[in-house]
């Protein structure tokens, strides 16, 4: 059974850093990328960055493009996603999401239906 379980989240004030964490479980070498999202209180879902399990190229949104980081361990039981330089419209819930098929592109930054696994999320609010 496949378990994705963020952590990390908080309340920040503007300009401050966290670090999100996702723990995979499950997926064992069936784990092509690994993809954050974000949702905040009445907006859709939306891509903020995402990782190749195979080579580590990633994808940014260019709303935190120069300031997130994402990043994953080499047994890729862990993503990270590094927030620095936060900012109010950063709020939400986040979310790591997981893919068990082969493939890797732009769209897995903007597209849910790209991936297979979800976890249940951390709140993020950016507030001073």
């Known amino acids: 059974q496949v378990h994705l379980v963020e952590s990390g989240g908080g309340l920040v004030q503007p300009g401050g850093s966290l670090r999100l964490s996702c723990v995979a479980s499950g997926l064992g070498s069936d784990q092509y990328a690994i993809g954050w999202f974000r949702q905040a209180p009445g907006k859709e879902r939306e891509g903020v960055s995402c990782i190749s399990s195979f080579d580590g190229a990633a994808y940014y949104a260019d709303s935190v493009k120069g300031r997130f980081t994402i990043a994953r361990d080499n047994a890729k039981t862990t993503a990270y996603l590094q927030m620095n330089s936060l900012k109010p419209e950063d709020t939400g819930i986040y979310y790591c999401?997981?893919?068990?098929?082969?493939?890797?592109?732009?769209?897995?930054?903007?597209?849910?239906?790209?991936?297979?696994?979800w976890g249940q999320g951390t709140q993020v609010t950016v507030s001073s």
């Open positions: 999401a997981a893919r068990a098929r082969r493939g890797w592109g732009r769209s897995l930054l903007s597209s849910i239906w790209e991936y297979d696994y």
